[in-house]
């Protein structure tokens, strides 16, 4: 679910239909995303899309390439200016 958020915002019912489980359990997983920190819900309009907050979205994308099968390198990390 963090990956396809990294995407994207999406709906709790857009983030359990790959999934065969309930919507109830999905939202209850955001739930302790939530409460960590890790994504806020908005209203818009009559949707409540979850949103993973900016840096988390930053690190699952790096996560996402890297372990992605296939890839021909991985990135170089930077150093830190002292």
């Given at each position: 679910?963090?990956a396809?958020?990294?995407?994207?915002d999406?709906?709790v019912?857009?983030?359990?239909?790959?999934y065969?489980?309930?919507?109830?359990?999905?939202?209850?997983?955001?739930?302790?995303?939530?409460?960590?920190?890790?994504?806020?819900?908005?209203?818009?309009?009559?949707?409540?899309?979850?949103?993973?907050?900016?840096?988390?979205?930053?690190?699952?994308k790096?996560?996402?390439?890297i372990?992605?099968?296939?890839?021909?390198?991985?990135?170089?990390?930077?150093?830190?200016?002292?």
């Amino acid at each position: 679910m963090v990956a396809r958020l990294s995407l994207a915002d999406a709906t709790v019912n857009e983030l359990a239909e790959p999934y065969e489980v309930s919507v109830q359990a999905v939202s209850k997983h955001l739930k302790v995303l939530e409460d960590s920190g890790l994504v806020t819900r908005t209203r818009d309009a009559q949707r409540r899309p979850v949103h993973l907050k900016t840096m988390c979205s930053i690190m699952t994308k790096w996560i996402w390439t890297i372990s992605t099968p296939g890839r021909r390198t991985l990135p170089t990390p930077r150093r830190r200016s002292r």
